[in-house]
């Protein structure tokens, strides 16, 4: 496995990190199996990927808890690097909400631990900005967190530009994440989420002049770049990809046609769509890891696999002339 490094990180990262959104359970995400999602979470541990990002709301704990058992059991804990967020809490009846209050914080990192069944977190995300909430407290418990040796490193997950540099006057902020693919490289929302930051143009600039880790969210588009979806694809009520307006209606007929013809183009190649998505992104030099969903073996072992391969610069140059004909870049 291919690894990067940056001045804000003393550890060397694997160039695919496992996104753990998707081994939230059944609930969450159509076909979700524990069993497999174990499988894929030992196997990533053999290809050598060391970044496991992860979130409590992902699965409402389920998530958390499944990784801390695998990495329990495999006894891998201290050779890879846990990303876990903060900031978005539920209530009885799985309500999301956005709190950052230091109270919240501390209630939050102390159940993070036990469900990942570790005693501290490598890198601890701010999942959203809380409007609600001066940044200089949010980070002010952070700093006593770290002190307190529960967490590791300082993260931003979905911040501006502004919110960001402001945050490293207050804190030393090692990571940015954020949606990014070959489709979304500056987009203005998220599953109808707003977002405060375009990517390609403020983030990726900012995190090389800074020397900060940059992990891109969502790099296959939720499955779209596989090339698995067709025109009739439809989600169940209860996958979140039914809830993202850019996969379905007239904006998911344009973004398939596309990802049809990129398709054919990687199989030029004699590689699948996914390893022309994955790759793309690899080579940027601002991207440090690729946060990738699997969930199952197959699905990690083709994303690993996407990190041996360049497609060089007139495969890459015949894929941006497809995108720029179907007028599907945000």
Known sequence: MRTKNVNALSESLSVIGLGCWAIGGSRVWT???DARSEATIRRAIELGVNLFDVAPVYGFGHAESLLGTVLRDTGQRKNVLIATKCGLVWDDAQRITRDLTPRSIGREID?????LRTDYVDIYQLHWPDPNVPLQETLDELQRL???GKIRYIGLTNYSRPQTLEALKLAPIVSCQGLYNMLERNPQSYHSIPLEYRTQDEILPLCEQHGLAFFPYSPLFQGLLT???NRRTTFNRGDVRSQ???LNGEQFQRRVAAADELKQLAAECGRPLG?????WLIEKGAVTSVICGAQTVDHIEQNAAAAQWDPGEEVLTRAERILQRHAVID
């Open 244 to 246: 993202n307006p850019k």
């Open 227 to 229: 090339g698995a979806f």
């Open 111 to 115: 159940a993070s631990l036990q469900r």
């Open 146 to 148: 770290r002190q307190a």
């Open 31 to 33: 076909d979700s199996d």
């Open 275 to 279: 390893h022309l998505a994955l790759s």
